[in-house]
């Protein structure tokens, strides 16, 4: 049984930070990619940053370039979403996703295994 388990997400006020958490269990995760995503309500999910498991390479949609930063730690099999100047409009469910792609995917579809979210709350 394959489980992407994301923490980290809560209520923070705008301007803060937060770092969310994967951790990829029940099978062995080298050589996927892995990536975030959000949807907020009302709205279609959203790519927000991946990397690939082996080599590091990390890629962000550019309209989190500056704020979010992907990063992973292999022999945690975790992957992190490093948040900062958080804005109202960031409030959405993070889910992490792993891909079977190496470098992984802008497009949801092209990821094999979701977890279940977890909510991120910013306040004004």
């Known amino acids: 049984q394959v489980q992407l388990i994301e923490s980290g997400g809560g209520l923070v006020q705008a301007g803060g930070s937060l770092r969310l958490s994967c951790v990829a269990s029940g099978r062995t995760f080298s050589g996927y990619a892995m990536g975030w995503f959000r949807q907020a309500p009302g709205k279609e999910r959203e790519f927000v940053a991946a990397i690939t498991w082996r080599g590091g390479f990390a890629y962000c949609a550019d309209s989190f370039k500056g704020r979010f930063t992907i990063s992973r730690d292999s022999a945690k099999n975790t992957v992190y979403l490093q948040m900062s100047s958080l804005k109202v409009e960031d409030t959405a469910v993070y889910y992490c996703?792993?891909?079977?792609?190496?470098?992984?995917?802008?497009?949801?579809?092209?990821?094999?295994?979701w977890g279940q979210g977890t909510q991120v709350t910013v306040s004004s």
């Open positions: 996703a792993a891909s079977v792609s190496p470098y992984g995917s802008l497009y949801s579809a092209e990821y094999d295994y």
